[in-house]
């Protein structure tokens, strides 16, 4: 069962949602703690192990200083994006990746790998058998209606009608509350993760860390093998355009630092520039790998994180701004602790 946390009392439903009601900031004498305090001091119940089978290891060349390099994806759960993640399974049981590479650095926006000569028919490295095409409507999922009732339940008739005069006036309607979340009419979390919707679907969102499917022209929709991670600030307008697959929760120093590409939109010029990909493998194959988990998005701790994101009333800050983007409550992912 999907396990969801709405952005409502303790936080809002969206960055426009102030219900994030503005506090006064606690006195010097009794500081507030901050979101990475709240977190230490979480009780081990309020953490979810991440199963190995829904983690994928890129390993890559090690670093000039002879340092290996590993990044860790936690993939996404039913009912997103599923056909994609199918695909991606597909490809590390055949050790498709290993002797490809990461060849685009796009500064403030992605880095992204696969295949080098994945646009040279002639050159490029066949696909496994067993690979899906993927229609378009998988890139937003239908959601439990008593679910969806719960959530919009939440929103006054007023933030209702301003959003419905808004799609009303838009050519190509984004649902906006109260000129905060340009994207979508609600946002949230579901198992630890950040979704949106516009009432009838629900969408995992593009935020810092993001994984999703490189793919060409539509109605082309990528078939897995070529990869990408957000690397700058959360490009939400790729939202429910591209598959979202996962994010990286280990190594993403290993990605964001990579020197950007010169050519065009980032791309690496020659092959002497690119990031050899040693392997990747799904992580229920990867010996000796980390028990990973999440802080529960439904715990008292996350709710507590999550109004500390908004409101910060710790002593650097002068005064809490009332409100919190979705992509600025990253969930805290943490190797598990002994």
């Known amino acids: 069962m999907l396990r969801s946390f709405l952005l409502g009392s303790a936080l809002a439903l969206s960055p426009a949602l102030t219900a994030f009601a503005e506090t006064p900031a606690r006195p010097a004498t ?3 703690p901050s979101p990475a305090e709240i977190v230490a001091a ?6 979810t192990a991440i199963a190995p089978a829904d983690l994928l290891v890129m390993d890559l060349a090690a670093d000039a200083a002879g340092k290996p390099r590993r990044v860790v994806i936690q993939l996404l759960p039913p009912p997103f994006s599923q056909g994609w993640i199918g ?7 055949a050790h498709w990746w290993d002797g490809t590479s990461i060849n685009r650095a796009q500064d403030g926006y992605v880095v992204q790998w696969g295949d080098p000569d994945g646009e040279d028919k002639a050159r490029a490295k066949p696909l496994p058998p067993g690979m899906r095409v993927v229609p378009q409507s998988e890139y937003e999922a239908q959601p439990d209606p008593k679910s969806m009732e719960r959530i919009f339940a939440r929103l006054t008739d007023q933030q209702i009608e301003i959003n419905l005069q808004q799609v009303h006036d838009a050519r190509e309607p984004t649902p906006v509350i109260g000129g905060g979340d340009n994207y979508a009419l609600a946002t949230w979390f579901i198992d630890g993760w950040p979704v949106a919707s516009k009432l009838e679907t629900i969408w995992p969102t593009h935020c810092y860390g993001t994984v999703g499917v490189g793919r060409d022209m539509p109605p082309d929709t990528g078939s897995g093998a070529e990869l990408y991670a957000v690397i700058g ?4 307008q790729l939202d429910r355009n591209i598959a979202v697959i996962g994010r990286v929760i280990e190594g993403m120093e290993h990605l964001s630092t990579l020197p950007r590409g010169t050519g065009d939109i980032g791309f690496y010029r020659t092959a002497a520039e690119r990031t050899p990909i040693r392997a990747i493998r799904i992580g229920a194959d990867v010996p000796g790998l980390p028990t ?6 439904t715990s008292a701790s996350f709710a507590r994180y999550a109004d500390a994101r908004a409101n910060r009333r710790d002593p650097f800050y002068i005064r809490p701004a009332g409100g919190v983007d979705i992509c600025n409550v990253p969930v805290p992912v943490r190797r598990r602790q002994p």
Do not use: G, Q
């Open 30 to 32: 009794a500081p507030a």
């Open 42 to 47: 979480s009780p081990a119940a309020d953490w």
């Open 87 to 93: 695909n991606i399974r597909t490809l590390a049981a």
């Open 233 to 236: 600030h959360a490009p939400r």
């Open 292 to 297: 990973y988990e999440y802080l529960s998005t």
